[in-house]
């Protein structure tokens, strides 16, 4: 059974650095992309980065460029969304998703197949 399980998240203060984990059971990473997520209450979900399955290019939006990275690890099976110099507005649920297919889907939540259940990312002193 195909699933996506986001780990990692918690209070952290601004400035701070946090690291997100998305273990996937179920498919292998060479042949999804993997998109991060985040949704803030009374706000819709948007992506803030991707990472390619064939051969691990990233993509990073401009909410986040600079201060987030994104990587895996194929022998756990598992991506990282590496988060550093946050502010309170990254303050959201993170979540993470599989899109099937090779290159970067489109930023639409509707490129992609599965989802996680999200991990709750709090920035504030």
């Known amino acids: 059974q195909l699933q996506l399980v986001e780990s990692g998240g918690g209070l952290v203060q601004p400035g701070g650095s946090l690291r997100l984990s998305c273990a996937a059971s179920?498919?292998?990473?060479?042949?999804?992309?993997i998109g991060w997520f985040r949704q803030a209450p009374g706000k819709e979900r948007e992506e803030v980065s991707c990472?390619?399955?064939?051969?691990?290019?990233?993509y990073h939006y401009d909410n986040v460029k600079g201060r987030f990275t994104t990587s895996r690890d194929k022998a756990k099976n598992t991506v990282f969304l590496h988060m550093s110099s946050l502010k309170p507005e990254d303050t959201a649920v993170y979540y993470c998703?599989?899109?099937?297919?090779?290159?970067?889907?489109?930023?639409?939540?509707?490129?992609?197949?599965?989802w996680g259940q999200g991990t709750q990312v709090t920035v504030s002193s």
């Open positions: 179920g498919l292998a990473l060479d042949y999804y992309a």
């Open positions: 990472i390619t399955g064939n051969n691990g290019d990233t």
């Open positions: 998703a599989a899109s099937l297919g090779y290159g970067f889907p489109s930023e639409l939540t509707s490129s992609y197949d599965y």
